[in-house]
């Protein structure tokens, strides 16, 4: 689904990301842990190609199934194609501007979300929702259909639909933007999710909404989850099939959910030295 | 009208373009004057000022009675020389609202002027500015309040923000208080600012286009300068006509 391959980016003149890899394939969810200043939240924001984080080399392969419909095994048969090798298109990341990422299927979850003042949270998700169909070349969802969406993903993330109809972000406390983040992705049903420490912030009680919505909303055949992260803890409610930590701008080491573990019990500096 | 041309130095027409100004000087008619009877409400709602030769030119001279109400909502745009200038005196218990959106683009010149005179106890006045300029436009606000040495309880508030979408777009906010009475409130605000750009990524990050992006943020930002406008129907016509002008604004 995505393919990186050698990336470098740098924001000013300093070169942040030298040389970093990663494969992910449909179904899977990836965490990447590591140090602060490792580079982790400038690799989600040069995937989602924020203006200031230059990409200088390397490639960004994304491929995604062709009108990819949810694949639901029926009567306990296996599903008729395995998404994950079946045909897609394939995009050049690097190439697009961030509003053609997000319509060909990327969803970037903000480490600090951004208030907007005087746009609602309904009329900001309608309005991307829509943008994003019409450049797929899908009709619009009427305000009824829109609404309905939004109060079973609200639902399904706790969150009061009052909220939704403030303005986006303002005012909202640091987990109730993070949740905030989580009914978007609802809504917007990306193929893969780049989540930037969507933990942080997060009560114990709010952690594990965020978990359970992460798990309903990706936990796909035809999806995958990039899961930025510090800490272990939210790895306890969606569990990563792949743990990759990332020091100084490459990935050091790749291993699976015990990984994580490991990293709690040791710290980075043990693990990174050792790669 | 007879009086000389003002000048750069007049305080009141620090920013004006006089040039524009000079060639219809002798025709203007001097302020229309508008009593409002004590304990009624009187509103103004002008979404395109009237041009003659480029200019374009609101002058009120307003008395309000005793609880009476004067509220002017304004959209300033089409005109190379546009000036809004409304001098309001407030009876007691009175109210002045006004409520006015700059949208420049080119080499506009656009103004609002006010002169606020609290001249009795008890009053309240309200003005929010908005401006949006591209080009090389230069929008402008001058509010000057004046509180009587009697016109305790006054609560006069000023909320001027500018949005600049280009280098060479200029902005200007001067609020001018003079107050005699010391039981007042007076709250003045004022920013000059730029289009967001974690705001523009953020929208962008979610599939909304760049154009759309600042569409909405527009949008949002002018609807201050409409939220006193008490009927929905003008609220919305008067929105819908900002609107219009803003998508051709560069």
Redesign the interface.
Known sequence: MLKIENLHATVGDTEILKGLSLTLNAGEIHAIMGPNGAGKSTLAYAL????GYEVTSGSVDFTTAVRAEPVEAQDGEAPASDPSTSSGRTVDLLDM???E???AGI??G?QY???????SNL???R???N??RT?RGEDPLSGAEFIKLAKEKAALLKMDMDMLKR?VNVGFSGGEKKRNEMV?MGI?NPKLAILDETDSGLDIDALRTVGSGINAIMRKPDKAVLLITHYQRLLDEVKPDFVHVLADGRIVKTGGPELAIQLENEGYEAIAEAA | MNAPLPTRRDEAWRYADLKALEPIWPKLAGPEKINVPAGETVSRQIDALTVVDGVGMVDLDVTIGDKATFQIHVLAHNADYGRIQVKATLGNGSHFELGGAILGSGSQTLEIVTETIHAEPNATSNQVVRSVLAGKAVGSFLGKINVARHAQKTDAAQSVKSMLLDRGATANAKPELEIFADDVKCAHGATVGEL????L??????????A?AKK??L???I??AFVSVADDTEREAIESKALEVLEALS
Request: no cysteine; hydrophobic share 45%; aromatic share 12%.
């Open positions: 989602g190609g924020r203006p501007d961030p509003h990422r997000a319509a969803f970037l903000f979300p951004v208030e907007i003042p005087g746009v009329q900001f998700l309005e991307s929702l943008a994003q450049s303005a978007q917007i | 967001d750009k974690q705001a990524f953020y929208m962008a990050s979610r599939g909304i286009t760049p759309l909405l943020m949008q949002a930002f609807a201050d």
